[in-house]
Structures are given as structure tokens and as C-alpha cells.
């Protein structure tokens, strides 16, 4: 395995932020996000070991990972348009934008058809944005009940992203509450510039991208 310096740092970021925190690294999982980033940028984190990455357009990470699959994990973490869920069912690992009700219907209805489905976290819009994706948190409990009971989903966890102009501390906790009283342990949450703090208020995913891979190219229109 070659070396990767801005992997290494960022895994000894985490390994830091979680001792600190009284946890152990390995509760912490480094998703690499690898979206608008060109091939240069993504093939030495590949080859020096790092598994998990994380996109947020279907069609992108379609291009970008095709026939180099083998052996990753990939994570949506962008919104899921329910007529593109056949080919996000088929290609990723884990869907972390379970938002909404037609949503979890889609992917039921794929269920019984593919046989299996990603594993799956449901975003929470935890600042009440209006123009952000995620069920709002007065929603979650009752959303969570829909989709695990009357559409037999299974969740592993939950996601946010907190408001870029607030401290980021109070949304992680009140994502860390709500996974809690509905018995969920996996929590995604924490980017690259606030991934510690949200390792001291319980993160088990972590999602990296401009510290890890530098700059993005502007989306692809
Ligand atoms: C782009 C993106 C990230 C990574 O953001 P950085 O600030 O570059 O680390 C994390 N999570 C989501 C949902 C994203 O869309």
C-alpha cells in the first residue's frame, strides 16, 4: 500500500478527536467524499487503503466508480430522486438520504424487487432549513416508525448536516437524541470542517472531503 500524507493526517485527526472523547477510533468510520474531485485526486486514497466513499449525484458516481468497485463501500450521501433509486439501489452500499415518504416507498418497492437494498440512514434536517433535505425533527420519530413499521425498512442510523452559520455542536446532539430514543447507534455526521466536533458528540461515520481530496471542481451542469 502506497502512502496518502492528507490520510494519513485525517485519520490521525480522528484517532485524536475520539481518544479525547473517551472512544475508541475504531468506532469511527472515515467516508471519504470523492464527489467532483478528478480520478488524480481519488486514486492514491484508494491505493493507500482507505474503503469508504461517499457521493452525492447517482449519475457522477456512476462515472466515477464503474469497474474500480471492487472491494469499496459506497455512500450516497446526496438527495435520491425516486426515479433514480433502481440505479442507486444497484450500485451503492449504503443510502444516508432517506428524506421522505414517497422516497421510502421507492425503495420498499425495490426491495421486493432487487431482494435487498443498501443499508439505510435517514437524514434529518435538524436546522429546519427550508431549501435542505432531511424530515424535520418533530417528524423523525413518526417517520422512522412509518418506514421501519408499515414499510418494514431496516435503518441503520441517522444523518444530518447542520446550517453552515451555526455552531454545529447543539445539531449533533439533538441528532444523537433522536437516534437514541428510537434505538439507532449509527450517526453520520461531521464534514471536513467540523468532523472532530462531531466525534465528541457521537459520530460513527465521518464525511471528508475538501481536507482529504482539497478543492472540488465546480459541479458538473
Ligand atoms: C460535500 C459533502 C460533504 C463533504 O464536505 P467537505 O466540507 O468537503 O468535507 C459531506 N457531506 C455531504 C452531505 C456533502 O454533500
Known sequence: MSASPPLDAILSRIAAAAQAAGRSPSEVVLTAVSKQQPWEAVAPVVAAGQRVFGENRVQEALSRWEGRREGLELRLIGPLQTNK???AVALFDVIET??????A???ADAAGRAGSLPR???QVNTGE??????????EADAFLKRVR???GLQVEGLMCIPPADEPPGPHFALLAKIAARNGLEKLSMGM??????AIAFGATSVRVGSALFGDRAPPAT
Not at 432517506?98 to 422516497?103: E, G, P, Q, T
Not at 471536513?192 to 466536533?197: A, K, L, N, P, V
Open 98 to 103: 432517506l428524506d421522505r415518504d414517497r422516497l
Open 129 to 138: 432549513e427550508p431549501q435542505k433535505a432531511g424530515i424535520g425533527p418533530l
Open 105 to 107: 416507498v421507492a425503495l
Open 85 to 87: 433509486v433502481r440505479d
Open 192 to 197: 471536513s470542517g467540523d468532523f472532530e466536533t
Open 120 to 122: 439505510l440512514y435517514v
Open 149 to 151: 413499521g408499515e414499510l
